[in-house]
């Protein structure tokens, strides 16, 4: 079985969910629920972007952690510099590697990009520094350039890379395509960093360990800019299920990593959010709990006691007599199909209706 790693970026892409803010007790408690969780990496934030940054990495830092510790930077020295100010061990260097961002956000041109990402790693290397290289916008590069790019990255010492779909525009397809034809001209591991922008990110994550890479980049229920990161919770049932990937995740602190994080954030779970939301494992229709009380297989992908969860079932407008059954069975009524005629099934689905 082939180990994929999660690096987990809910307190930096994570953080940069609107109207969600971190204080640096909050980052505690979720790096110490990651930790919990068993989380191989973490990326704890942007030590240059703020002293209040600053001081939250450096909080960080003092827990000393199992997991590895990552701090985020553009490709500037100075930006390395406060990262290793503030402790950091292991830096991701950012730099745009498609034409729209390299002309007209950086005014610059790809000759620029190379030679700069040549003299920082350069300089990260020289302080001893683990480095993972990102390629922003990734999905929208010309593939020559994005492979010459991580190629020199490999070249001058980086660790690792990481190909950005900033703009969440790939679908699975793609992104195996694209994954698939960087690994061919690397041996260092290759990162996959998604958006949700068109709601595949989860699918392109997983498309991308298909195809070679070697971490997925997720935050806590999909947490991050506009639409969000893939969500840690939802690709790791996915490589736990596949049985083809080993992760190092204890599955059964899952839910409560992401009810921490809901309630630090104010994120609520939607009831019909995959994996930990509320209706996951709750059966109304009257098929279905049947079914659910002969073999839980027929109606559910995986059992809920991995994630420590229980199945409920209820009873409403579509439930049938299985469901009453079950549910005045909990409460001590011994009765079998003969004792519930189906008339008065009927009459309680009236009464809710």
Not at 207 to 235: K, S
Request: net charge positive; hydrophobic share 40%.
């Amino acid at each position: 079985m082939r180990k994929i790693f999660f690096d987990d970026t809910t307190l930096r892409d994570g953080e940069q969910t609107p109207g969600v803010i971190f204080r640096i007790n909050d980052k505690l408690k979720i790096v110490s629920a990651l930790e919990k969780l068993n989380v191989d990496e973490i990326e704890a934030g942007f030590p240059a972007s703020g002293s209040y940054a600053m001081k939250s990495f450096e909080a960080i830092m003092n827990l000393n952690p199992r997991a590895r510790i990552i701090a985020f930077n553009r490709c500037k020295i100075e930006d390395i510099e406060k990262s290793i100010s503030a402790g950091a061990k292991a830096v991701e260097i950012s730099l745009p590697v498609s034409d729209i961002h390299i002309q007209k956000k950086l005014n610059k041109d790809r000759k620029w990009i190379i030679e700069n990402l040549k003299r920082v790693i350069t300089y990260c290397k020289e302080k001893e520094l683990y480095v993972s290289v990102g390629g922003e916008d990734s999905s929208r590069a010309e593939p020559s350039f994005l492979t010459r790019y991580f190629k020199t990255a490999q070249e001058y010492g980086a660790d690792r890379v990481r190909l950005c779909d900033t703009v969440g525009i790939l679908n699975p397809f793609n992104t195996f395509l694209l994954v698939s034809r960087i690994k061919k001209h690397l041996k260092i591991p290759v990162e996959f960093h998604g958006h949700n922008d068109l709601g595949m990110v989860t699918a392109n994550t997983f498309a991308a360990v298909e195809a070679g890479a070697d971490y997925v980049n997720t935050t806590i229920l999909g947490l991050g800019e506009r639409a969000g990161n893939c969500p840690l919770e939802e690709i790791a049932m996915i490589l736990f299920l596949s049985k083809k990937y080993h992760i190092n995740l204890i599955l059964e602190y899952i839910t409560e990593v992401c009810n921490i994080l809901s309630e630090i954030s104010g994120f609520k779970i939607p009831k019909n959010k995959p994996i930990v939301g509320g209706n996951t494992f709750c059966h109304e229709s009257g098929m279905h709990a049947d079914g659910i009380l002969k073999n839980p297989q027929l109606y559910e992908p995986f059992d809920p006691e991995i994630l420590k969860r229980e199945r409920k079932i209820t009873f409403g407008p579509t439930s049938g007599r299985a469901n009453l059954l079950y549910l005045l069975g909990k409460n001590g009524a011994n009765l079998s199909k003969k004792d519930l005629p189906f008339s008065v099934v009927e009459k309680l689905k009236y009464d809710i209706v």
